[in-house]
């Protein structure tokens, strides 16, 4: 597609559950970004992947999410045992290269937590 | 951690005025900034981006400003449209590495007819 997809747009799921969101980025583009956005926040950085190098998984907030992208592909972001706190809005952008470039968004899963 | 922030939360303009949306950064490693627009249920937007070694920059009806002695960025919209509603986001990094986006709480700009 023309620009990043992501799904689900909305998840509602018990405290406890396990959670998997999915992105699609934009064709061609290296560069994958995972941010969460809680209600009336900005957007806070969680995960980088860039081709197949490493990703800096720097900003996931516990041991309870992870995220993985194949190659230049889909990525899935996973949360473990759900808490309250982890419900918002999350928000993958690709970007085209290593440069600075701006990061295109989609609309985001909004997650809740029960 | 450094933050991005900005000087109000809330604006309201007569439609068909100029709006300025105002934003502070600490960082002074961050060498390219960007805003974004984001409307309701809706991922960020992207409206306009400036790198360090220019103070000025211009797209359709807006217009970056980019003060890096005192560590401060602006958008101006010129001729307020109702579309123009919307939470606005500045956003900062810096070129190297992961380049992730340090993002400011937002400014909601309200168009009023």
């Known amino acids: 597609g023309a620009g990043v997809s992501q799904s689900p747009s909305n998840k509602v799921t018990e405290k406890g559950k396990d959670v998997e969101l999915r992105c699609d980025p934009i064709s061609g583009h290296t560069a994958l970004y995972w941010y969460r956005q809680r209600l009336g926040q900005g957007l806070e950085f969680l995960i980088y992947?860039?081709?197949?190098?490493?990703?800096?998984k720097s900003g996931l907030p516990s041991d309870r999410f992870s995220a993985e992208r194949t190659g230049e592909s889909v990525s899935t972001l996973t949360i473990q045992r759900t808490q309250q706190e982890d419900s918002a809005v999350y928000l993958c952008?690709?970007?085209?290269?290593?440069?600075?470039?701006?990061?295109?968004f989609g609309d985001g899963t909004r997650l809740s937590i029960l | 951690g450094e933050s991005v922030g900005l000087h109000l939360p809330t604006l309201s303009v007569q439609e068909g005025d100029n709006s300025i949306i105002n934003c502070a950064y600490s960082n002074s490693a961050s060498d390219y900034f960007i805003w974004y627009k984001q409307e309701s249920g809706k991922g960020p937007q992207f409206i306009i981006d400036?790198?360090?070694?220019?103070d000025k920059r211009q797209g359709q009806r807006v217009t970056v400003l980019l003060n890096k002695t005192v560590k401060h960025l602006s958008l101006q919209i010129a001729a307020t449209q109702p579309g123009d509603s919307a939470v606005y986001f500045c956003?900062?990094?810096?070129?190297?590495?992961?380049?992730?986006?340090?993002f400011g709480q937002g400014t909601r700009l309200t168009i009023n007819p």
């Open positions: 956003a900062e990094t810096r070129e190297g590495g992961a380049q992730k986006l340090v």
């Open positions: 400036i790198r360090s070694n220019m």
């Open positions: 952008a690709s970007k085209a290269g290593r440069g600075n470039q701006p990061q295109h």
């Open positions: 992947f860039q081709g197949n190098s490493a990703p800096d």
